[in-house]
């Protein structure tokens, strides 16, 4: 089982993007799927969760900016980033819970906002 994420890039500031992250391999469900973040010399971090539910989970600093949503047949989650800062400049990873398993994680795509 792997995770395939896409959609990073360079994007001034103010404006979006939209990550992907697919699950590939397997049948496996997963609980929660979500998206952390790791800016140079920084430690990682949460940016947004969502529970197979719907039940979101937001870090403070990109409420009302970011948008995290998936799509359970697909096993698939994404991230719309709007109103992008400088300080959002990471390495965005996905992460995948499911129940008697090892946390998977997705090998990152790099967002660069400019100012």
């Known amino acids: 089982v792997q995770l395939q994420a896409s959609g990073g890039g360079l994007v001034q500031a103010g404006g979006s993007l939209r990550l992907s992250c697919a699950a590939s391999?397997?049948?496996?469900?997963?609980?929660?799927m979500g998206w952390y973040r790791q800016a140079p010399g920084k430690q990682r971090e949460l940016v947004a969760t969502i529970a197979s539910g719907g039940l979101t989970n937001y870090a403070d600093s990109v409420k009302g900016r970011f948008a995290i949503s998936r799509d359970n047949g697909k096993n698939t989650v994404y991230l719309q980033m709007n109103s992008l800062k400088p300080e959002d400049t990471a390495v965005y990873y996905c992460?995948?819970?499911?129940?008697?398993?090892?946390?998977?994680w997705g090998q990152g795509t790099l967002v660069t906002v400019s100012s």
């Open positions: 992460n995948a819970k499911s129940f008697g398993y090892n946390d998977l």
């Open positions: 391999g397997s049948s496996r469900r997963f609980y929660v």
